[in-house]
């Protein structure tokens, strides 16, 4: 479990609270890692990731 007050124990506490924990996979990887291993399909991605102009422009190329 994350730590308390990170953004990601924020988040899985909110899809827990809101009864949805078995739709969401939040996996805590970099995006070309989930790139390479991401076998399901997608129906909403939400990538939470380094804001540097490098990191977001591979974001989005991937």
């Known amino acids: 479990m994350p730590s308390e007050g990170t953004t990601e124990f924020v988040f899985r506490q909110n899809i827990k609270d809101a009864g949805i924990e078995d739709w ?24 939470d990731a380094n804001h ?7 974001d989005f190329l991937n």
């Not at 540097?52 to 591979?58: C, D, G, H, I, L």
């Open 24 to 47: 969401i996979v939040p996996p805590v990887i970099t995006s070309t890692d989930a790139l390479i291993s991401w076998q399901d399909p997608i129906r909403l991605l939400f990538i």
């Open 52 to 58: 540097t102009y490098e990191a977001v422009r591979e």
